[in-house]
C-alpha cells in the first residue's frame, strides 16, 4: 500500500514541477521551481528520505523513478533556462542588422617624439648605457647647484624656469638625472636619460614651454673627449645613415670642462648644406665630481681617478625634421588625424 502511494507520489510531483516550470517566466520563478522540488528540503528530496522505510525489493525500482523524476525535472530547468535566455537575446537583437559593418574607432600610432625615443634608447643601448629616470619635479639643488651653476646664472631666473611655491622647480634639462645617478651609484657609470623638460618659452611654431631630451653620462678611469667624439658619432650613423658629419663647437656649459656644441649634417635631414646644431657636451667639470662626494660623503667620485663624459640634446626638433612636421605645437595637441599619419 505504501508503495503504491509512493509511486503515485513520485509521479504527481513530476507533473507538478513539470506544469510549474512552463509557466516560469523567469530566472528568479524557475529557481524558485528548483529549491521547491530539487532543493535539499524540496520534495523530491523528501522522497528520497522516506525511501529508507521501504523494504529491499521495492527499493531500487522506487529509486530508480525517483531518479529519472529527479532527472526530468533538472533537464526541464535547463531548458527551459536556455529558452528564456534565447527569448531575451532574440528581444534585445530585434531591430538590430548584425550583417552590417561595425563603426571603427579612430585608431592613433607611435608619436613621432616616442618613435624617435625609442630608436636612440635602442642605439645608445647597443653601446652599453643603460637607462635611467628622474623626476620633473626638481630641487634647484639638482637642476643647477650640483651642476656647478651658481645662484647668478641667468638660467636661474625666474623669466626661464618654473618654480613652486615650495622653490622646487620643473627642470629645465635632463642633466638633473646625471646628479642622481651619481647620487645612488659609484662609478663606473653609463647612462643615459630621456624625459620631459620646461622652459619660460613664448610658444610659437618652434617653441614649446616643454620638450624633450636625452641625456648621457659616462664616468669611468680613463675617459676621454675621443670617446665622447666616437659614441657622438656612432649614434649619429646609425640613426640617420653613414654619410653623417659631426662637427663640435668649443662652448661653455657650467657643468663641463671643456664644452662643445655639437652640429650634424646629413642628407637625411633634407637641409641641403646647412649644419644643424643639435646637442651640448663636454668633459665632466671636476667641480661636479667634488659637489657628488661632498654630498655622498665619500670620495668615490675622485677627479684625480676618475674622468667622464656628458651630452644632452632635444628631440622635438629632430623629430620635426624626421617627420616633415613645421609647427612644433602638433606634437602637444593630440589630433588623431595628425597622429594617425604616423603609424
Ligand atoms: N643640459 C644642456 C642644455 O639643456 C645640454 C648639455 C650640455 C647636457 C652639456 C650635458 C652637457 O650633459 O654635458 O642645454
Not at 11 to 17: G, S, V, Y
Not at 242 to 249: F, Y
Amino acid at each position: 500500500m505504501v508503495l503504491f502511494h509512493m509511486d503515485q507520489q513520485i509521479e504527481q510531483l513530476r507533473a507538478e514541477a513539470l506544469a510549474a516550470l512552463a509557466s516560469a517566466g523567469d530566472e528568479a520563478a524557475l529557481e524558485a521551481v528548483r529549491v521547491k522540488y530539487l532543493g535539499r528540503t524540496g520534495s523530491i528530496s523528501g522522497l528520497s528520505e522516506a525511501m529508507k522505510s521501504l523494504s529491499k525489493e521495492d527499493k531500487p525500482r522506487i529509486g530508480k523513478l525517483l531518479n529519472e523524476a529527479r532527472t526530468a525535472v533538472g533537464g526541464a530547468i535547463d531548458a527551459r533556462k536556455a529558452a528564456l535566455e534565447a527569448e531575451r537575446d532574440a528581444k534585445a537583437l530585434s531591430g538590430i542588422d548584425l550583417t552590417l559593418p561595425g563603426t571603427p574607432l579612430p585608431v592613433g600610432a607611435i608619436h613621432p617624439i616616442t618613435q624617435l625615443l625609442d630608436r636612440a634608447i635602442q642605439i645608445f643601448r647597443q653601446m652599453g648605457f643603460a637607462l635611467a629616470d628622474g623626476p620633473d619635479i626638481e630641487t634647484e639643488w639638482h637642476c643647477f647647484d650640483a651642476l656647478n651653476t651658481p645662484p647668478d646664472h641667468p638660467a636661474r631666473n625666474e623669466q626661464d624656469t618654473f618654480y613652486l611655491p615650495d622653490g622646487r622647480l620643473l627642470r629645465t634639462q635632463t642633466s638633473t638625472v646625471q646628479v642622481r645617478t651619481m647620487e645612488q651609484f659609484a662609478p663606473p657609470v653609463r647612462i643615459i636619460a630621456p624625459g620631459g623638460v620646461y622652459r619660460r618659452d613664448e610658444v610659437d611654431a618652434t617653441h614649446l614651454a616643454q620638450f624633450t631630451q636625452i641625456e648621457g653620462l659616462y664616468v669611468d678611469e680613463g675617459v676621454t673627449l675621443g670617446d665622447l667624439k666616437g659614441t657622438i658619432e656612432y649614434f649619429f650613423r646609425e640613426l640617420l645613415g653613414r654619410d653623417v658629419q659631426v662637427r663640435m663647437r668649443p662652448h661653455f656649459f657650467p657643468f663641463t670642462e671643456p664644452s662643445f656644441e655639437i652640429d650634424i649634417k646629413a642628407a637625411a635631414l633634407g637641409r641641403g648644406d646647412r649644419w644643424l646644431e643639435l646637442a651640448g657636451c663636454g668633459m665632466v667639470d671636476p667641480a661636479v665630481f667634488q659637489e657628488m662626494n661632498r654630498k655622498r660623503g665619500d670620495t668615490a667620485y675622485d677627479p684625480e681617478k676618475y674622468t667622464g663624459f656628458a651630452f644632452g640634446f632635444g628631440l622635438d626638433r629632430l623629430a620635426m625634421i624626421l617627420s616633415g612636421v613645421s609647427d612644433i605645437r602638433l606634437f602637444t595637441e593630440n589630433d588623431v588625424r595628425f597622429l594617425a599619419q604616423y603609424r
